[in-house]
């Protein structure tokens, strides 16, 4: 962080900026790990709204 003070005397305080860089595509184990936690999460989701529809 570095600070710098203008001739009116007002401090201005700025964040160090991070380092950029580019997003690797997903390997083919990683998309297959997705894919099975997707299914999961919708057969739970279903599963709730099933039981929720079957107490009301």
């Known amino acids: 962080m570095y600070t710098t003070t203008d001739e009116k005397g007002i401090l201005n305080n700025y964040a160090k ?3 950029l ?3 690797e595509f997903p390997s083919k184990a ?3 790990k ?3 936690q997707g ?3 919708i057969l739970l989701l279903t ?3 099933l ?4 107490v009301s």
């Open 17 to 19: 900026e991070p380092k």
């Open 21 to 23: 860089y580019h997003a």
């Open 30 to 32: 990683q998309q297959n």
């Open 34 to 36: 997705y894919a099975f």
């Open 39 to 41: 299914a999961v999460a």
């Open 47 to 49: 599963s709730i709204v």
């Open 51 to 54: 039981i929720t529809l079957g």
